[in-house]
């Protein structure tokens, strides 16, 4: 038999995890000065906390893992008969795949409520799974990456996730321009054009205007009912710059005007780019807890691999990297690099041996296919001089060292 | 309603995760000195992988992922007029959750055998899932850890993995004997005692030696019809405890005197205590590839967990611990306060600051319900001096300080 794997997951080469281990462990390291703390939350969860959570679709995409044991014999007759395999499930499945990081985390908040201090600052990094037609770029088990913050509305943390996200990026080397919005600044441009009451027509017509630019955005609210004149207005409050103007035109808008107050709070953080992330005023209410707001961002751990990937951007050497390789002529110099190999561990270093006195082809082969910086070679005249021939395998340069003089030049 | 989690999985807190990651952050740091490499593999892998390689009862402890969409059209028709579920499930899920690290490691190696440089030294830190009986200690849900080299049969990597064991367990402070066997030395016993034919009896019975001594292994080779003076050689040789006197007695065995041959090379490595590890000679032959040989060893995380936390082996300050808090007293003090945090933290201090002017012994409460071992406590007075007050927890020592010194003390 050939082997396989399940369509839209995937292998990660020992390259891949390493790389995408530097994504995480420079995302953590922040998030951890920040003040955040790692959980970790089952694969499988109850089906019963899950169904519902993500709309009629999500309920679909999710993976249900069938009852152990004897599963027909609870089975729902009926659904079978009737050939009904969505009414089956609940009879022969009562667990499923996580799908995102944030139910699981909600549900963790109310379990552990009462172990929990809050403002509770949490960062989450663990696969998901969703039965989406597999495509390039999509996968049916990908990573995803919170840090969220529940139990206080301080307009503080939006900030500090706004540092977090500029951070990491500055970290990884890759240029973002972070966007801010502020919802109650919508809420006052419908107010201040007179149409409160159309509001989800107004922000779905105005959330193209990227898309289909404000001739577009035009029509689309006129297909949607609204008035050429609150058209006007809204036109204009789109195009201004700063928040000053708006504050004028926000003058019969208490909510507007308070877009703007919290907005002004936010921009005296006084970052060179501040952006974006989320606030739930009720995160844990499907749970059983009421009143427990939350903010958070989430980075998209593939994409960034991609972007860095596509600029160049992982350094070569990573603190995982293999730094040395001993190859050796003969049985004898095979035994003298293990104990030279021995010595430079115990140095700290990373450090292999090739293992066996193999033809000097195959084991340079090897050291290539390892992309390892330097070789120790070890013949007779080495052990003799109680030396190893040290090669750096990018410029070629040669020296004759001790092992003690290897260790301080590659540490 | 109440929300729960499926019997047998694990919610892991804060402080679990940071221990956990302790524990993986130590081995992953000597896999990697070793010239291992990680690699990971998907949660789901396709039934056709999984069944068969855990025998009967494994099979029935795999979780299976039903289909999605309408899985009932395709499902066995007959199996289900029958009641019969085993029957039905490879018409209803052809996925499921991997069983252990071994067997998506060896279909690995098989699907990237043209990507692989051999010898392929890998490790793997990934949970696996098993629908045993949940009981104390005992998880559907838990993290294996395993380390391996395929492709060369090498004894040098069996010496590597017990140096890896040795240097693992030093680092973490936990007390292991390591105890190392060779299969051939136990065949050369049963070949010594005449009873070559007989080696799978005898070895079950020697393997009850710890639990029922010498003579209960008596009483149970009698029982597998094995003869009294088969049974005394065996005795007299399981009595040795150095190689030298099995050499004479291995005089007509080959297999025995090779056994020795290969432990008397591997004692050469010279170690305070060595151990134990696992070879196997044909790993990737169900995927269809042959004759590629391993060695590998694992670690017990849940165990080394558990020994750790029993005997306060976890450093109270660890990396990933939050070092300092902010406090103040007023909505100017708080300000103030958000721009020492900025400091504190651009110099890479783990930092947070309460986000609200709260009382004091709530935000003195958060101090303590999250260990932090320094505070620092902002008022007017500070603000005016340009300092903080830095309190030590532990002592309750108190010093006014500079944000510059703070970041030099704690550093």
């Known amino acids: 038999m050939k082997p396989s794997i399940p369509k839209g997951t995937r292998d990660f080469t020992p390259e891949q995890v390493s790389k995408r281990n530097f994504i995480f462990d420079t995302i953590k390291k922040v998030f951890i000065k920040y ?69 699981p985390f909600a549900r963790f908040v109310v379990m552990h409520q009462n172990d929990i201090s809050f403002p509770f600052k949490r960062y989450q990094i663990q696969p998901v799974w969703r039965a989406d037609r597999p495509q390039k770029g999509r996968y049916q088990e990908f990573y995803q990456c ?12 939006e900030a500090e996730l706004v540092q977090i996200y500029d951070e990491v990026f500055a970290t990884l080397g890759v240029n973002t321009e972070i966007k801010v919005n502020n919802r109650k600044i919508l809420e006052g441009i419908a107010e201040a054009a007179g149409i409160a009451d159309q509001f989800m027509d107004m922000t779905i017509a105005i959330d193209k205007l990227d898309k289909i630019g ?21 036109e204009k409050m789109l ?42 005023d009720d995160l844990t209410g499907n749970f059983g807890l009421k009143n427990v707001s939350g903010v958070g961002v989430s980075f998209g751990a593939a994409r960034i691999f991609d972007v860095m990937e596509e600029l160049d951007l992982f350094p070569k050497e990573r603190g995982d990297s293999l730094k040395l390789l001993f190859v050796a002529f003969d049985d004898a110099a095979h035994k003298y ?68 003089e290897v260790i301080e030049q590659l540490f």
């Open 35 to 103: 003040g955040y703390q790692p959980i970790e939350t089952p694969v499988m969860e109850n089906l019963s906390t899950l169904t519902g959570k993500y709309g009629e679709e999500g309920d679909k995409l999710l993976f249900k893992v069938l009852n152990n044991g004897d599963f027909l014999k609870k089975a729902d007759k009926q659904a079978i008969a009737d050939g009904n395999s969505p009414k089956l499930i609940p009879s022969i499945s009562k667990r499923g795949l996580r799908y995102d990081l944030t139910v």
């Open 146 to 157: 919170d840090v969220d913050v529940v139990g206080s509305d301080s307009l503080m943390y």
């Open 214 to 234: 404000i001739e577009g955005v035009r029509k689309e609210l006129i297909g949607r009912g609204i008035q050429e004149a609150a058209i006007d207005k809204i």
């Open 239 to 280: 195009g201004v710059t700063s928040l000053t103007p708006l504050k004028e035109l926000f003058v019969n808008s208490p909510t507007g005007l308070k877009g703007i107050e919290e907005l002004e709070e936010f921009q005296d953080v006084k970052m060179g780019s501040i952006g974006g992330g989320g606030r739930y």
């Open 337 to 404: 690099a293990f104990n030279c190999l021995n010595e430079v561990r115990a140095a700290g270093i990373n450090a292999d041996l090739y293992p066996s006195p193999a033809k000097m082809k195959k084991q340079m082969k090897y050291a290539n296919d390892r992309k390892v910086p330097f070789v120790a070679v070890i013949g007779s005249n080495e052990m003799e001089a109680g030396k190893v021939q040290l090669k750096n395998m990018e410029t070629g340069e040669q020296s004759l060292l001790t092992v003690e």
